[in-house]
């Protein structure tokens, strides 16, 4: 082998070494880009499912409240039917 086609291929072999790093480095990279999207979607799924489990407590506070509010309210109308009744 002469000097010339062994300065080729060592040309060749250095500039695949170099490009697999560059390549592992992007693509390192990407993953990372895409694991950061990832993990934003997920916070933001997160606080989302957070304001709906907000939002259904207070519908379940107000819910028994009126419920308490009406049985107060049956039981007080049943008073009056039973005095209408004995008058």
Known sequence: MDEA???SKLKELLSQ???APDR????LAQLAREAQ??????????????????YLR???KYHIFDLEATRRENEY????????RDN
């Open 5 to 7: 086609a062994f300065a």
């Open 77 to 84: 109308l049943r008073k009056l039917l039973e005095q209408e």
């Open 17 to 19: 070494f170099g490009e």
């Open 37 to 54: 999207a990832n993990q934003k979607k997920l916070q933001k799924s997160i606080d989302s499912l957070q304001e709906s489990l907000d």
């Open 58 to 60: 207070v519908c379940i």
């Open 24 to 27: 592992q480095e992007k693509r």
